[in-house]
């Protein structure tokens, strides 16, 4: 059931892209597949919750790049585990954390940024910094992370925040796993999420769905268009009224359309390059 609301609007949200982990031409054409539909269903924006490619290299940063530019809508990103290569496989290829993101900020933009649509304040947070530290720069995103929530309640707007790992899978003390935030810093930010009163949490990395909620926030960590663990493949097609109030459902992927699809979608949206 959607909202009919005048001032709703809508967005998608897509998780793991991923290209590469089941097979790089299949993976490139389930993400086409899905812009397609996107754009006949013609929301807002696009909203991309990390793992955008599975191993960081220029031609898959480039071709992911080119499959977002198919989009006829803007289109947002916020990096994963496997855009980042941080532990344990920056030991495995000899490149240091702040070095991997350099090399993200320069092919993609901003790992973590803002921007406001109908008095509702996305805030897309690198959520790798939180599960793997890095000194000064996981500080630098807190900081500012902060400073976006008071600017967001002081203009009266909502928020939301997208990541890639979930808060939690099923329960806020549940122990540190690879799919979660370690507790301590779980604990910091439900509560500064409550403070601020965050509407929802959008994340992937899971490979399936996990819909939870906490207090009043929604937390939905959404299918994958790449490989599902548990379900199907596809995106979340998400609507938010003029208060805030949101529902999203799911959007498969059709498969028909598929596997006929191995051309990148040339559409006129654009790209969006994020200042914070």
Not at 188 to 211: D, M, N, Q, Y
Request: proline share 5%.
């Amino acid at each position: 059931m959607m909202i009919t609301e005048e001032g709703s609007f809508t967005f998608a949200q897509l998780c793991d892209p991923q290209l590469g982990m089941g097979g790089y031409e299949d993976d490139k054409a389930r993400f086409a597949q899905a812009v397609s539909q996107i754009n006949e269903l013609k929301p807002n924006f696009a909203l991309v919750c990390g793992d955008l490619v599975d191993r960081p290299d220029d031609q898959s940063y480039g071709d992911i790049m080119e499959l977002m530019k198919g989009l006829d809508i803007p289109c947002y990103w916020v990096p994963g585990n496997h855009d980042l290569l941080f532990e344990p496989y920056d030991h495995e290829l000899g490149i240091s954390q702040k070095e991997s993101l350099r090399r993200y900020r320069e092919a993609l933009g901003d790992d973590y940024f803002s921007f406001s649509h109908q008095r509702v304040r996305f805030v897309c947070v690198n959520t790798q910094l939180w599960f793997s530290p890095v000194a000064d720069e996981s500080e630098k995103q807190d900081r500012w992370l902060r400073s976006v929530f008071k600017d967001a309640r002081e203009n009266e707007e909502n928020i939301y925040v997208v990541g890639h790992h979930p808060l939690f899978l099923v329960d806020p003390d549940e122990e540190d796993g690879y799919y979660n935030i370690p507790t301590a810093k779980r604990t910091e930010l439900l509560k500064l999420f409550s403070t601020h009163e965050v509407r929802a949490f959008l994340s992937g990395h899971t490979h399936r769905p996990i819909l939870n909620t906490h207090g009043s926030m929604e937390l939905v960590a959404g299918e994958p268009t790449s490989v599902a663990f548990r379900g199907q493949l596809g995106f979340r097609l998400w609507e938010v009224s003029a208060m805030g109030q949101s529902v999203n459902n799911l959007v498969p992927l059709d498969h028909k359309k598929e596997n006929s699809r191995r051309e990148t979608p040339k559409g006129v949206g654009s790209v969006e390059r994020r200042e914070r």
